[in-house]
């Protein structure tokens, strides 16, 4: 059965840190593109950021500087390490697994085959 299950969420002050992680298991983790997606309540989910077979990564533009995604293919497990938090991070977020069969649009749900069910990422000023 096919599991991405999302862990670490939570509530901290503006500046402060999370590391969200991301347990996969039955599906062959090393050879997906994995990316970090969110969603603000009335908005729609974002692509936060995304890292590819080779751990090549890429960040929306409003998270670069502040958050690093990396993977540990022998655990199946995918992270996000947010630091400096705004409020405007509050979200939930979601991991997602894409084939990476070809070029992928981290930004775009649709490239994306397997979803977790989310972790709350709460920020307060």
């Known amino acids: 059965q096919i599991q991405l299950v999302e862990s670490g969420g939570g509530s901290v002050q503006a500046g402060g840190s999370l590391r969200l992680s991301c347990a996969t298991h039955g599906f062959p983790y090393s050879g997906y593109c994995m990316a970090w997606f969110r969603q603000a309540p009335g908005k729609e989910r974002e692509g936060v950021a995304g890292i590819d077979t080779s751990a090549t990564s890429t960040y929306v533009d409003s998270v670069k500087g502040r958050f690093t995604i990396s993977r540990d293919n022998a655990l199946g497990t995918l992270y996000l390490r947010m630091n400096s938090l705004k409020p405007e991070d509050t979200a939930t977020y979601f991991c997602?697994?894409?084939?990476?069969?070809?070029?992928?649009?981290?930004?775009?749900?649709?490239?994306?085959?397997?979803w977790g069910q989310g972790t709350q990422v709460t920020v307060s000023s």
């Open positions: 997602a697994a894409s084939l990476c069969l070809g070029p992928i649009n981290y930004s775009d749900p649709r490239d994306f085959l397997y």
